[in-house]
């Protein structure tokens, strides 16, 4: 939930006397709130869209998805230089922190450009789709967190509705499973990853790390694990891709381009993202990440002309719901879990004195018995 100092203010007119409110406080805010979800779609299926055209033309996904974090990390790198944002102060023992989150950062964002590259972007939406049940079962696996009955049922959907889709999706690969299977594990090991570190002290995990800088350190650390790593695996036959590429596209001016402007769209979705989650209830911002998926499922299948078969479609439309039903589910046992540590008592219980008749050398009839008899049966044993 926000502060009141997150909800944007009204616009008015003042004099010396008096001010004329122009726009109230709540429609300046929905206004602020929407402008967000806007920002944050489009950004995504500006991702979506440059990503894919950059690995359709240069057949070197590894190097392209380097490039892409490589573009973030100077971007976030220019913030910080010019004082736009204030720069995090990163300890050697921070970075052994934060080391282990930035590489499966980077094996996630490698994985999912991977994906993209053998198969197509919605296939990719729908198998990302399955997410959340990779994060409850690290949850347990890692952070020995309980997983309640309704939230393993709440799974069944995007299980269900991921395998129709992967069976019957004409634009199948089993390179885009993998990679999209392997994006997902990675991510979901970085968020629990990241969790524990928000919980250590700032020497262990750094100074000035809000959520915006801990991601713009992350996007770093994987533009500097991601260079070797690309170079080791696509490095002999960079030359020879390249060539073809340029060929296609005189100069290659136009791939860099593609592989800048998704650099920045990605950095910049993710940014936004934060944003709109900071600004608004959690269920909202399931909602709008579910509709967010279907966004760049259509949007793609538009662009790059991809078929889906009925059952494909029916697959994709249960685990992209499911995803939005397990958000439900998590939530509603997040709120009820802060209504019971609230129902708990805030004082501990006294301990018994001497006289009181639960004394604990030589209790009464009434501490015995008492307890279990109604208040008037109890009389005079009651506590004073």
């Known amino acids: 939930m926000r502060s009141k100092d997150d909800v944007a203010p009204a616009i008015a007119t003042c004099d010396p006397d008096q001010c ?4 109230p406080s709540d429609t300046v805010q929905r206004a602020k709130v929407g402008s967000y979800f806007g920002l944050w779609f489009a950004l995504s299926i500006g991702y979506a869209v440059f990503n894919k055209r950059a690995t359709n033309a240069l057949e070197l996904p590894w190097l392209v998805a ?3 974090v490589v573009v973030g990390s100077v971007f976030v790198q220019l913030l910080w230089l010019t004082g736009v944002r204030e720069r995090p102060h990163v300890s050697t023992a921070a970075l052994r922190t934060l080391l282990p989150i930035g590489i499966f950062h980077a094996i996630g964002h490698l994985a999912g450009t991977i994906g993209t590259t053998y198969g197509s972007v919605s296939f990719a939406q729908v198998v990302k789709a399955a997410g959340p049940v990779y994060a409850c079962v690290l949850s347990v696996a890692v952070l020995g967190q309980a997983v309640s009955s309704r939230v393993w049922l709440s799974l069944l959907p995007i299980i269900g509705g991921v395998a129709i889709a992967t069976v019957k999706e004409l634009s199948f690969a089993w390179g885009a499973l993998i990679g999209a299977v392997v994006s997902d594990l990675a991510l979901a090991l ?3 990853l990241s969790k524990q570190a928000m919980g250590h002290g700032s020497e262990e995990r ?4 809000s959520p915006a800088n801990m991601f713009g350190v ?4 994987s533009a500097a694990v991601s260079l070797p790593a690309a170079l080791l695996v696509e490095g002999r036959v960079a030359r020879e891709a390249w060539a073809a590429a340029a060929a296609a596209a005189p100069g290659g001016g136009a791939i860099l381009a593609q592989i800048a402007a998704a650099g920045v769209f990605f950095y910049s979705y993710s940014e936004v993202a934060m944003q709109a989650l900071a600004n608004v209830h959690p269920v909202t911002h399931a909602i709008g990440n579910t509709l967010r998926r279907v966004v760049i499922m259509v949007v793609c299948m538009a662009v790059f002309r991809t078929p889906m078969t ?3 479609a029916i697959g994709s439309a249960m685990a992209i719901g499911g995803a939005f039903f397990y958000a439900l589910t998590r939530h509603r ?3 009820a879990e802060q209504r019971a540590q609230q129902e708990q008592p805030a004082a501990a219980e006294r301990a018994p004195e001497w006289g009181d008749p639960c004394d604990p050398w030589v209790p009464s ?3 015995l018995v008492g307890r279990w008899l109604p208040e008037w049966a109890a009389g005079g044993g009651a506590r004073s």
């Open 20 to 23: 004329t409110t122009l726009i």
């Open 365 to 367: 009839w009434a501490c």
């Open 310 to 312: 009925t059952l494909g």
């Open 206 to 209: 750094g100074y000035d790390m």
């Open 66 to 68: 380097t490039g892409t």
């Open 333 to 335: 046992e997040k709120l």
């Open 190 to 192: 970085r968020n629990i």
């Open 218 to 221: 992350l996007t770093c650390i």
